[in-house]
T-cell receptor
Framework: GEDVEQSLFLSVREGDSSVINCTYT??????LYWYKQEPGAGLQLLTY?????DMKQDQRLTVLLNKKDKHLSLRIADTQTGDSAIYFC??????????FGTGTRLQVFP | DAGITQSPRHKVTETGTPVTLRCHQT?????MYWYRQDPGHGLRLIHY???????DKGEVSDGYSVSRSKTEDFLLTLESATSSQTSVYFC??????????????FGPGTRLTVL
C-alpha cells in the first residue's frame, strides 16, 4: 500500500527537544519532506532531505533518514510555543506527486 | 508563498447540490493539485493537472471532476455533493522545472460542509 505512517500526537515542554517520526513506503523516493501546518492554514515546507543523505541540519531542525528501515525523523531543538502545529512527512511518487503521512500534532506547553 | 488563493474559503451546502471550488495562482506553475484533508487521513490527492487541459485522477477522485482551461485556474467540482465530502480542501501548485526538489506550495484551504 501507499500508507505513510506517523504517530498522531506529541506533547513537549517548552525548551525541550521534539522528535517526530515517520515511516514511509517507497524505497525509491528521491526526496522526503517535512511540512508544517498551523491552525487554519495550508501546509508550508519546513525542510527536505535527499534520499542518499543520512542527516540534514537546518538551524533548530535536524532530519535523520534510515533508508534500510524506511524511517524518517524530524528533531526540533529548543521547542517553542510557536512550534505548536501539525507536522506532515511526505515522500515523492514519481516526479510530480507526493504521498503525505497522517500528520503529527505537536503541542508545546510552558 | 506562491500566490495561491482559494475561493470560497468557507461553504455550507446541502446534499445533492453542485459545488465548485476555485484555485487561482499567479506564479505560472505548471502543476496544480486538489487535496482533501480529513482527521486520521492526512492529505489525500483528489485530482491533479500537469498543464492546461491535462488532468489526471488521484487516489480519491470518485464524485469529483476538475477543469483547467487556463494556467492560473484549477476548478474542482462536486457534481452532487454528499455528506462524505464534508472536508477541508487544499489546492497546491508545483513549478514543474527540471529541479526535482521543486516543492509544492499550498493555498489556505476551503472548508466545505455538506448537510
Amino acid at each position: 500500500g501507499e500508507d505513510v505512517e506517523q504517530s498522531l500526537f506529541l506533547s513537549v515542554r517548552e525548551g525541550d527537544s521534539s522528535v517526530i517520526n515517520c515511516t514511509y513506503t517507497d524505497s525509491s523516493s528521491t526526496y522526503l519532506y517535512w511540512y508544517k501546518q498551523e491552525p487554519g492554514a495550508g501546509l508550508q515546507l519546513l525542510t527536505y532531505i535527499f534520499s542518499n543523505m543520512d542527516m540534514k541540519q537546518d538551524q533548530r531542525l535536524t532530519v535523520l533518514l534510515n533508508k534500510k528501515d524506511k524511517h524518517l525523523s524530524l528533531r526540533i531543538a529548543d521547542t517553542q510555543t510557536g512550534d505548536s502545529a501539525i507536522y506532515f512527512c511526505a515522500e515523492t511518487l514519481g516526479t510530480d506527486k507526493l504521498i503525505f503521512g497522517t500528520g503529527t500534532r505537536l503541542q508545546v506547553f510552558p | 508563498d506562491a500566490g495561491i488563493t482559494q475561493s470560497p474559503r468557507h461553504k455550507v451546502t446541502e446534499t445533492g447540490t453542485p459545488v465548485t471550488l476555485r484555485c487561482h495562482q499567479t506564479e505560472n506553475h505548471r502543476y496544480m493539485y486538489w487535496y482533501r484533508q480529513d482527521p486520521g487521513h492526512g492529505l489525500r490527492l483528489i485530482h491533479y493537472s500537469y498543464g492546461v487541459k491535462d488532468t489526471d485522477k488521484g487516489e480519491v477522485s470518485d464524485g469529483y471532476s476538475v477543469s483547467r482551461s487556463k494556467t492560473e485556474d484549477f476548478l474542482l467540482t462536486l457534481e452532487s455533493a454528499t455528506s462524505s465530502q464534508t472536508s477541508v480542501y487544499f489546492c497546491a501548485t508545483q513549478g514543474g522545472g527540471a529541479d526535482s526538489t521543486d516543492t509544492q506550495y499550498f493555498g489556505p484551504g476551503t472548508r466545505l460542509t455538506v448537510l
